[in-house]
Structures are given as C-alpha cells and as structure tokens.
C-alpha cells in the first residue's frame, strides 16, 4: 500500500486546503490543535483523480490567538501526522521577533570582532 500524502493547496476564508493523495478508501482525518481535535473537516473525492481526495480544514475564530497555533492533520487509522500547518498573530509576536533580532545582531556583532582579534593573534 502506498503511503499517503497530504499537500496544502491555499488558505482562503478561514479555511485551510490540500490534496492527499495515495487513499484506497476515504480516509478518516482527524485535525487537532493543542491536542483537541476540531470539528468541521471535510473529504470529497477529486473528479478524475482516483485516490485524491480535496481537504478542507475550517480554521476557528477562537483559535486566532496572539502567537503561534499549530494545528495537526492525522491519519487516525494509522496514527500518523500527515501534515501541519500554523497561524501566526498578534503584535507580541512582532515585539519578541525584533528582540530575538536585535539579540543576534549583537552576538553576530560580538563573534566578527573575537574572530578579528583572534586572526590577527595568530597571523
């Protein structure tokens, strides 16, 4: 048996889609996040693609949260994560993306000056 694959396609209107391919039956999906599982996940089999079925992942208003949410794609019958996908909000986020930045300049600013100073040491 093949192994299936579960392609994203876009995130449009809340709703997140791909394409898993490799299906010998209608799979059963299940899409968590935080370990709960979320309602609303939708198969329909593509026309003219034997084995593709269209994955349609409603994303909650209430997971829209200030930083990062993940969100899960299982298989249930094999117990494997197919795919993930994330959400990235709010202005926190931002605030720690230019303090992690600012973080690494200076660290970056800190090696090039002991990289120097070792080379003209050792020439």
Do not use: Y
């Not at 299936?4 to 996040?33: D, H, N, S």
């Not at 208003?61 to 094999?78: H, P």
């Not at 494997?80 to 690494?104: C, K, N």
């Amino acid at each position: 048996m093949a192994a299936m694959t579960l392609t994203k396609t876009r995130i449009r209107a809340g709703v997140w889609e791909g394409v898993l391919g490799g299906a010998t039956a209608q799979p059963a999906l299940e899409v968590t996040l935080l370990e709960r599982p979320l309602p609303g996940v939708s198969l329909q089999p593509v026309p003219d693609r034997p084995g593709h079925w269209l994955v349609k992942v409603p994303i909650p208003a209430e997971a829209l949260n200030d930083g990062v949410q993940t969100f899960l794609i299982r298989d249930k019958v094999a117990n494997e994560t197919l795919a993930h996908f994330t959400v990235v909000t709010g202005v926190a986020l931002e605030d720690d993306i230019r303090a992690e930045i600012d973080l690494l300049r200076a660290e970056l600013d800190m090696l090039k000056r002991a990289f120097r100073r070792h080379c003209l040491e050792t020439a």
